[in-house]
């Protein structure tokens, strides 16, 4: 056990001591208080919101009304999950505003943006609220009861985040009555899954297990493989104050991951054509993967978090947390230039293209998270308190191999294909080129081994914050909400020790609600953000290399309605800014300057009648570079212009101020839910969603987009009793007009839209 391990526990473990030796006194001032004097804190059993109206599980606002939250909070319930047989992250989110795919293909993980602004994997995705866990898998849902997206910035009670928002994935917890749910699960293209939910409660102890196994298959040539999950929710009572939760999963996922394109091969950027057009590939069968058939994306993660939960006083509860999340991952990231097709000049085939395929043999993630907090409530004349002081501290180590380039080898006198290799020369007889391809008729390309990479650059970042929160309340129709955290923020090299940035920033946000009827909100928000940046692209010239963080401001106000108990309006205008980080003309990554998101965006969600659930969403976004260097002139070493062969012109590195941020559409909207037929077959159920994604950018500088795309999806569900089982029969077609589309852009890669899919599901309850 290392000395920093031994440091961080004695933190914790002072900062609880310290907290439960003030119990006393507190509970002795509390006592000397009538209890109608003093202002309850709420406690919302939000697992019986199925609609996702009621209330919010993320943050410092847990358990709070969503009508008392001042800012846009999006909730998928598991009845939608359900209904729409969401396998992924990205499945259920499709249904809130603003949230897009991102960069790389959808088929291995949810990579994604809210509002233009990416979701940082490590950082950004939470377990019940609490553990930053790694989204660089696909996390299941068949464990989850819900998935929450928090949009904007969160650094008050999560420390360094991008203002994108956080997602939350809230646990299945126990039942009060011994519950087991089976089901099996596929897909047109042969996926195959089964899933096991026990649950129950005996005596002090509460369970939930679920367990998956899963052959998924997308529908893209060789993509299949297998996924499992095993995890478990445990609740221990032992007095009516205190409840122990101890929650943990372990994922697994093996499958290979398809070829997208990436623009290597750019125009020139001159004086006369600063944004010269790229061209874009045609859209072809989706089901068409021009990568090799062995470029496997083997991930496993384990998830553990344990916390304690002590009403101590009526009013007054302590929580304390600790929590892990590890990933491994083993990559075959491939990509091939569509704008660069050259003749092969060993085989003489034309119409190939370079294909490029690295390798990372090994990536190691840990996130280690401890929280300790004090919430509480209390009365100061006519003003209500709720109160949060905490304290957190968040590990996070990142250790991964280099990233190899496989080239092939060709027999140098036939020209024949010999197949893939790490090696750096060619035996004899060989010869050692790029390897080509075609796009719409892939040949296959033998794998000749790989050897392992040492592991190097071992990356650490420590934020460590003490935060206080404060909802005061006036008569009910106003909420005054302030918040501070001070941070102690570190990066750092693991293997040398050298500090490569450190900070102790101080935090702030401010929100009014203000509530003229009780089912109606208006709100105002101002929020300080922190992030890191995320370390640089594989494909980068700087790859994995970790760039400072920066503060990011956010301005939100709006309006909720719940025009129903079951159906809740929301509306909002937001301005955030932010620094930029992007992959500049030269393949580097680097921070330029500052991006500007405005936008307004509205919902509305739940139940409009007994039979009739919506969810309808809309986004209007003006996403830009507001500032950034100025355009230059490139000149040689001897003080020449550098000039342009095709054109004469000069050569330049353009600006990207007033562009359009990559892959942030100006427009996205989606409307889906379900209709049950009661009234024709009792237990019958039609269901189905469209969805709009707006054109994207591709690059910063703007020199093409992704064509706009509407999704349709269709399906329905049944629902009767089997030997006196319940039993639920459902099907759910995904694109059912099977429309060819970008699905994701950003850095210069683009990644096409899978197929139409089918997915079938049959549950029975016991």
Known sequence: MTCHTLTRRAWLGTTALAATLALPVLANAQSTTAPSEVSALEEIVVTADTTGT?????????????????????????????????????????????VTASQTSPTVYSNLAIRGIPVENRGNYRLDGTLPIINLIDLPLEDKERVEALKGASALYYGFTSPSGIINLTMKRATPDPLLNMSVFGNSHGAVGGHVDVGGTR??????????????????????????????????????????????????????????????????????????????????????????DWARNKTKESNLLAKSIWRFLPNWELVASAGLSRLQRERHFNTIDPNDPNTNPLTGAVGEFPLSVSYQPVAKYRNENYRVEITGAFSTGPLKHEILLGASDNIRENRSSASSAQACLYNSTTGALIGATLASTAGAGQTRALCRQSITDPHAIPQLGEPLNALNNPSGIKDVGYYVFDRIKYNEWLQVLVGVRKSDYEEKRLDTGVKTFQAKPTSLSGGVVIKPKSNVSLYATYIEGLESTPAAPLTATNSNEQLGPSQSTQYEGGVKWEIFPTLLLQAAYFDIKRDSAVVNGANTYVKDGRQTYKGLETSLTGKVS????????????????????????????????RIDAASGSQLISPTIVGKRVEGSPKVSWSVSGEYRLTALVEGLAINGGVFHTGDQAINPLNQNFIPAYTLFDLGASYRTEIAGRPTTFRVYGQNIGDKKYFASTGGLFAAQGAPSTVKFAISTEF
């Open 54 to 98: 009621k209330a919010v599980q993320v943050g410092s606002f847990r358990g709070a009304k969503q009508l008392d939250t001042p800012l846009t909070i999006s909730v998928i319930p598991r009845e939608m999950l359900d209904v729409q047989q969401s396998r992924s992250i990205q499945d259920a989110l499709r249904n809130t505003p603003g």
């Open 203 to 292: 005596g002090i102890l509460g369970y939930r297990i679920n367990a998956v196994y899963d052959r998924p298959d997308s529908g893209i040539d060789n993509t299949d493989g297998k996924r499992n999950l095993l995890s478990g929710a445990f609740d221990l009572k032992p007095t009516d104050t205190l409840t122990l939760q101890f929650d943990g999963e372990r994922i697994f996922k093996d499958v290979n991951e398809p070829g997208i394109y990436r623009f290597l091969k750019v125009p020139a950027t001159t004086v006369a054509n600063p944004y010269p057009t790229i061209k874009l590939p045609n859209l072809i069968d989706p089901s068409t993967n021009f990568g090799p």
């Open 610 to 641: 007994r039979d009739f659930t919506i969810y309808a969403s809309a986004l209007f976004l003006d996403a830009k570079y507001t500032s950034g260097s100025p355009t230059v002139l490139l000149f040689n070493a001897n003080g020449t212009p």
